[in-house]
């Protein structure tokens, strides 16, 4: 489980004088297929006080003066990003296929680059920032007459290779996350 809590004072991701607090955890797809709307919202609702639940282990007071309270479901991401079933973070990853291992940002043909959460470092915001990064940085290195430049992961240690449809075929899972806007008090 994660959980990320807006800044004080941060006006962009909630009104003056409260926080945003983000709970999200993996779950499996097949949990939220073929529900009927009761049954769905039913398991909705269970989703969230689970995830509260959790949370205020650490955060007892968590959620008691929400004014927002919502659960994305895979369902939700899935109409909202257009991913299928709403999967995030990319494929599933294992020892095979992350880290050292990971799918390589230059692949062939020369010069198709990937990035993004398939790729390494892998899923979330900051790992597909800093993926761009790279990438980016070895476009402008593999420029000719290119004098300085800042390659991270071994300089992309992998020779760019093909990408075989077995690496990326292992099923993905998605994310539900609880979002809270709760007092800054």
């Known amino acids: 489980m994660f959980i990320s809590v ?3 004072g941060d006006t962009l ?6 926080r945003a607090v983000m709970v999200s955890t993996h779950c499996e797809l ?4 073929g529900l009927t709307e009761p049954d769905y919202a039913m398991h909705k609702e269970r989703a ?16 008691e003066h929400a004014v927002v309270r919502e659960l994305g479901t895979p369902r ?6 257009r991913r299928p079933r709403g999967t995030v973070g990319g494929f599933r990853q ?10 390589p940002h230059a692949t062939a043909p020369p010069g198709f680059w990937l990035v993004g959460d398939t790729t390494w470092p892998g899923l979330g915001t900051v790992a597909c920032v800093l993926g761009s990064r790279i990438v980016a940085e070895g476009i402008l290195a593999a420029e000719p007459g ?3 430049r800042r390659v991270h992961q071994k300089d992309l240690q992998h020779e760019p290779r093909d990408i075989s449809r077995k690496t990326l075929a292992a099923p993905a899972r998605a994310v539900a996350c609880a979002r809270l806007a709760a007092t800054h008090r």
């Open 146 to 148: 290119a004098t300085s």
């Open 30 to 33: 097949a949990d939220w297929e």
């Open 48 to 63: 969230t006080e689970r995830l509260l639940g959790f949370a205020r282990r650490v955060y007892p007071r968590l959620a």
């Open 13 to 18: 991701s909630a009104p003056a004088g409260y």
């Open 94 to 103: 294992c020892l095979g296929n992350s880290n050292q291992h990971a799918v």
């Open 76 to 81: 939700a991401f899935e109409r909202f990003t």
């Open 6 to 8: 807006s800044s004080p």
